[in-house]
């Protein structure tokens, strides 16, 4: 049961160059969220989507784009990377958007020379 | 604003010292508290999930609590292999939850 998959799991990219960061969960689950984890701070909220067909930002969306491609996968694209956005990458997904737990993939390790 | 605040940042445990960390929390309208295990490398594996003051949760060494403004997971006889981040989030009122920055537990044989 592979549960929520990400990939690339690292990846290096030059100052504005793009790239799409992969995920897909076999959890039939309807929510799907992208965060962002940097040292010492919590994780923070990029994106998410509610269900399939719907996204939203979350607390820090600027320089990203989402897309909900089907029910299974949610994929975020950085247009034009910063080294601002060197970070390690988590996608998660939930049965439903309340009060349900919410499960991590491994994550993608960004750098942004 | 929502807030999460956790305590200590780092906490150094011999095997079988049994202690607590702290998740203090502000949230408009508590819908629940989760509390997450972080292993290095790894996502968040999900633990507890805690919804109104007074609730507990047990798994193995683990309990978590939870009050109108904190919680609490208590380690109780610690192995080396609990050794981890332990990460607490809170979700408000607009369904989004709010992530702590964590407390890593390292459990010395």
């Known amino acids: 049961n592979a549960g929520v998959t990400q990939t690339p799991k690292f990846q290096v990219l030059k100052t504005g160059q793009s790239m799409t960061l992969q995920c897909a969960q076999d959890?039939?689950?309807?929510?799907m969220y992208w965060y962002r984890q940097d040292p010492g701070m919590g994780l923070r909220l990029i994106y998410y989507?509610?269900?399939?067909?719907?996204?939203d930002k979350g607390e820090v969306p600027n320089g990203y784009n989402v897309s909900r491609l089907n029910k299974r996968e949610f994929s975020l694209r950085l247009e034009s990377a910063a080294p601002s956005q060197t970070s390690v990458y988590f996608c998660?997904?939930?049965?439903?958007?309340?009060?349900?737990?919410?499960?991590f993939g491994d994550g993608t390790r960004l750098s942004i020379l | 604003e929502d807030q999460v605040t956790q305590s200590p940042e780092a906490l150094r445990l011999q095997e079988g010292e049994s202690s607590s960390l702290n998740c203090s929390y502000t949230?408009?309208?508590?819908?629940?508290l989760f509390w997450y295990r972080q292993d290095p490398g790894k996502g968040p594996e999900f633990l507890f999930t805690?919804?109104?003051a007074g609730e507990e949760k047990e798994k193995e060494r683990l309990k978590a609590t939870l009050t109108k403004k904190e919680s609490f997971l208590h380690i109780t006889a610690p192995k080396p292999e609990d050794s981890a981040t332990y990460l607490c989030?809170?979700?408000?009122?607009?369904?989004?939850?709010?992530f702590g920055a964590g407390t890593t537990v390292t459990v010395r044989a």
């Open positions: 998660a997904s939930s049965e439903a958007q309340a009060y349900q737990p919410q499960h």
């Open positions: 959890m039939n689950h309807n929510s």
């Open positions: 989507s509610a269900s399939e067909g719907t996204t």
């Open positions: 949230v408009s309208g508590l819908r629940g």
């Open positions: 805690l919804y109104s």
């Open positions: 989030a809170v979700q408000a009122r607009d369904y989004k939850l709010s």
